[in-house]
């Protein structure tokens, strides 16, 4: 019983190792059958599309969307692909020959767009831009005519004698210029450097004092007034406001003179002229492209006690300020309308002590204006 079992077990042994056997043979068979099927079908595709220029496979246009796929993505890592290893690449892929020793078909170039890496990408950013279509103002030249009138009052008047005065209205002719010569070659904050002058003269003014005990009859004397400045200006532009720093040097003066047979020694009032340095800080702003407002103030150093009247009272002490509005109206891209008004006034302290002539505590010196202008200005063009 027991050989029995032992010969049928190794029966069976052998009955399995057989089928297995079997079994495995026309699998691998078959699927050697089924490659080289399908090379050949491969093979026959290829052909065809060479001789009558269909499209390729799909099999192979995929692989060649995967190639430059994988390409692209090399370029954006090493920024710029070297252009003649590529052609290299694809000639070598082109001429290898396939299973059956045929070479393939030159499969057509295709165009890849060149990716800009991220240092040519700062480079184009930090570029310097085109340069702008106009420059700076460079010159500004300004005539006009303007009404003033002045009025001279003392305080704390001892002495008699003292003659107040008081003109209404008077004409004067009024020019002025700034002109900013680095303007004309830079935009940069040289620009804004620039020389300003200004003169006003006043025309057929006259003076009239009635009947008195030193004029019975009356008397006219011809009346004059002139300032005249010069110096620095430096704007500062932000946005639509303009900032101004002024530094100037000049002369205000107001006097009379005989005439008609009047003699000016008895008239009592002296004649002035305020030499001066003079500080300014002022502002202008644009609310429209056409018209724009501003404001200034300044502050006038006089240097010689103001003229004849240190005469009579040889201690005085004596400062100036002006203080302006103005509005503008831009006709064209060069001429422009102004209207401004101003207001200068000297302040005057006697310092008066026993034995002087004339003793009053102080005295102000006030002149109102209104000025009308027309401007010529001038922007550099590129």
Do not use: C
């Not at 052609?87 to 393939?104: F, L, M, N, Q, T």
């Not at 890496?117 to 700076?136: H, K, L, N, Q, Y």
């Not at 030499?275 to 200034?296: C, I, K, N, P, Y």
Request: hydrophobic content about 40%.
């Amino acid at each position: 019983m027991i050989t029995q079992a032992h010969f049928t077990i190794r029966l069976l042994l052998a009955g399995a190792a057989a089928a297995l056997l079997v079994l495995s043979v026309p699998g691998d068979a078959h699927a050697k059958k089924r490659r080289g099927g399908g090379s050949k079908v491969e093979h026959r595709i290829d052909k065809a599309p060479a001789a009558k220029g269909s499209p390729k496979a799909p099999a192979a246009a995929d692989a060649e969307d995967d190639e430059a796929g994988t390409a692209t993505v090399r370029d954006q890592g090493a920024g710029s692909p070297d252009d003649a290893g590529d052609e290299a690449s694809d000639s070598a892929v082109a001429r290898e020959p396939d299973g059956d020793g045929e070479a393939k078909p030159e499969r057509p170039r295709r165009r890849r767009a060149r990716i800009r890496s991220d240092a040519e990408t700062e480079v184009s950013a930090t570029a310097e831009p085109a340069a702008s279509g106009a420059g700076g103002r460079w010159l500004e030249l300004a005539l006009g005519a303007r009404g003033f009138s002045r009025n001279l009052a003392y305080n704390d008047q001892v002495s008699p004698g003292l003659r107040q005065y008081q003109l209404p209205i008077g004409p004067a002719a009024v020019a002025s210029i700034a002109f900013y010569p680095l303007a004309l070659a830079t935009n940069g904050p040289a620009a804004g450097i620039g020389l300003v002058a200004e003169i006003e003269q006043a025309v057929g003014t006259s003076s009239q004092i009635s009947a008195e005990s030193a004029y019975p009859n009356g008397a006219t004397f011809p009346t004059s007034m002139h300032e005249f400045a010069g110096g620095i200006r430096y704007r500062i532009p932000v946005d639509s406001l303009q900032i101004g720093l002024t530094v100037t040097g000049g002369e205000h003066a107001f006097w009379f003179v005989s005439g008609g047979g009047a003699d000016r020694s008895q008239l009592g009032i002296p004649n002035m002229a305020y030499q001066f340095v003079r500080g300014g800080l002022d502002a202008r702003v644009a609310v429209t492209s056409a018209f724009s407002l501003g404001a200034g103030a300044g502050y006038r150093h006089v240097l010689n006690q103001g003229g004849q009247i240190s005469r009579d009272f040889p201690h005085l002490t004596v400062t100036g300020v002006d203080v302006g509005v103005r509005a503008a109206y831009a006709f064209t891209s060069s001429i422009e309308a102004r209207l401004q008004a101003d207001l200068r006034r000297y302040f005057y302290d006697m310092h008066s002590v026993r034995g002087d002539s004339l003793i009053a505590g102080g005295a102000v010196d006030q002149y109102l204006s209104v000025a009308f202008l027309l401007a010529l200005t001038l922007d550099r063009t590129p």
